[in-house]
């Protein structure tokens, strides 16, 4: 992919990421939820990402680490994948935690992808000719804000800046690409997407 195009879309990609993390900060300052110190971290919680922007910001991050802590955090995306593999084998769900979460931190934090930044806070979504959909906090949240009273948060208008970014990119790069892909597989992907 042409650098220039990649990175004029990650500069419009960064802009719909301020405007998530402000929605995010606005609904749970409304609580007064902080999240740390969580024991359940969602860092665990085996998301699945669908836009080729999200991979391309996280890769580049990835690809500014050193070399020896990129070799780490792959070692430990190995080891997830082969986790959820035998955990889809076997029905069960042991929670790997992300390859990059190092003592409670995210190691790519400025190119975490968009659930894990507004992953946590109850919220809603207006699908196009369909009811609203409400969805719940965190385990955490509910601990500690579970009686709060719900303060608006439509995830509507960042999920269709979004689509419509991811949209467009497709478009320039002629062609549909569907991802899936959760941060370990993101992570040992060397570029089939890019
Ligand atoms: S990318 Fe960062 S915030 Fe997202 S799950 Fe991994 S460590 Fe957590």
């Known amino acids: 992919m ?19 993390d402000a929605a ?15 024991e359940e971290s969602c860092c665990r919680t085996r998301f699945h ?4 922007l999200e991979y391309l910001c996280l890769r580049q991050g990835f ?6 802590r ?15 593999a035998r955990d889809l ?6 929670k790997p935690m992300c390859p990059l979460n190092e003592a409670g931190r995210c190691g790519l934090y400025a190119h975490r992808p968009m659930i894990c930044r507004l992953h946590g806070v109850p919220h809603e ?9 409400l969805g719940p906090g965190c385990a955490e949240f509910h601990r500690r804000c579970g009686r709060a009273v719900y303060h608006p948060f439509d995830r509507t208008p960042l999920y269709a800046e979004l689509a419509r970014l991811e949209s467009e990119l497709q478009q320039v790069l002629g062609q549909r690409r569907k ?9 040992l992907d060397d570029g089939v997407h890019a």
């Open 2 to 20: 042409d650098p220039a195009l990649r990175a004029s879309f990650l500069e419009r990609l960064r802009r719909i990421f301020t405007a998530m």
């Open 24 to 38: 995010y900060g606005q609904a749970a300052a409304a609580y007064g939820f902080v999240c740390d110190g969580c």
């Open 49 to 52: 990402h669908h836009t080729l």
């Open 63 to 68: 690809g500014e680490l050193p070399a020896e």
């Open 70 to 84: 990129q070799a780490q955090i792959r070692e430990r995306a190995a080891a997830v994948v082969g986790q959820h």
């Open 89 to 94: 084998a076997a029905g069960t769900d042991t």
């Open 125 to 133: 979504l207006q699908p196009p000719g369909r009811a609203p959909q």
């Open 179 to 187: 991802i899936r892909m959760t941060i370990a597989e993101m992570l």
